[in-house]
């Protein structure tokens, strides 16, 4: 009888050191989440320091554009990322059949309009060069504002992925300059006027809220999300990474951050 309960004590014993040896070998690999630089950094440096307190490790790592994120995802050189919108998360599944799950909104970032040239939209002059990133669901989310400002009209049905080819009314004439997204801030010298992604803009030093001539509206589509493989979307780490980041400290991070230029979208 004393020799069976040693030998249960001893396997208890066992499996416990080896639950422990697991869960340390788990802690000792953090967890790769990829962000754009910016306030999606700014605010997972702060989403890390939450998690850390519920046991979760996270390495931040940055990404100066937006495709290498989604690639270093699919490949299983990050577990998430967080960085970009639906609408652009799905051209990129349709386009390169990424196995993608949305784990969670994060924020909002209403894109804005900027000109070193003028004040408003209506001072730009004929045939004004304008920029626009050149990824198709930006591009279609700037050309919408254009014609929310009236400046151009769209033909009937072009949507969210409208293209300057889709452009059926432009009185002012302007000139589409299709430019990767993160060089938009360091093109505003040659450009009358551009559009830059609220991110690249913080990053350029430019506020959205003081800084620019027109801005978009929050409601819409583009909320940005916390992206993970298919695979993983119901392992317990993608629930607890959620439940940091959607924390009433990453609330306040944000709103005392970045004063209504980036709104949280949950």
């Not at 004393?2 to 422990?20: D, E, F, H, P, V």
């Not at 030093?205 to 978009?216: F, M, R, V």
């Not at 629930?239 to 005392?256: D, G, H, M, P």
Request: charged fraction near 25%; aromatic fraction near 6%.
């Amino acid at each position: 009888m004393i020799s069976k309960r040693s030998l249960l004590q001893s396997t208890l014993a066992l499996a416990m050191a080896a639950g422990l040896s697991g869960h340390a070998l788990a802690q000792d690999k953090p967890l790769k989440i990829g962000v754009t630089a910016g306030p999606h950094a700014q605010i997972f440096e702060q989403v890390k320091k939450v998690a850390e307190q519920q046991g979760l490790k996270i390495q931040v790592v940055e990404f100066s554009d937006y495709v290498q994120p989604n690639a270093a995802l699919a490949a299983g050189d990050l577990d998430a990322n967080s960085y970009q919108h639906k609408p652009y998360l799905d051209a990129q599944i349709k386009d390169r059949g990424y196995k993608f799950a949305v784990a969670a909104n994060t924020v909002n970032f209403p894109i804005g309009l900027y000109s070193k040239k003028v004040k408003k939209l209506a001072d730009l002059k004929e045939s004004a060069r304008f920029g626009i990133p050149n990824d198709p669901t930006n591009g279609g989310r700037v050309l919408l504002l254009l014609q929310a400002q009236g400046l151009i009209k769209l033909k009937d049905g072009a949507g969210l992925k409208a293209t300057p080819l889709d452009v059926v009314g432009n009185p002012k004439k302007l000139k589409f300059v299709e430019l990767d997204a993160a060089q938009l801030p360091r093109s505003l010298d040659d450009l009358d006027a551009s559009a830059i992604n609220t991110n690249f803009a913080i990053s350029a030093g430019l506020n959205p809220k003081t800084d620019s001539i027109a801005q978009e509206s929050p409601d819409g589509p583009y909320v940005n999300l916390l992206v993970v493989r298919e695979a993983d979307k119901n392992k317990p780490w993608v629930a607890q990474l959620v439940k940091a980041y959607q924390s009433e400290e990453i609330r306040r991070f944000i709103e005392t951050q970045f004063k209504g230029s980036v709104l949280a979208g949950w």
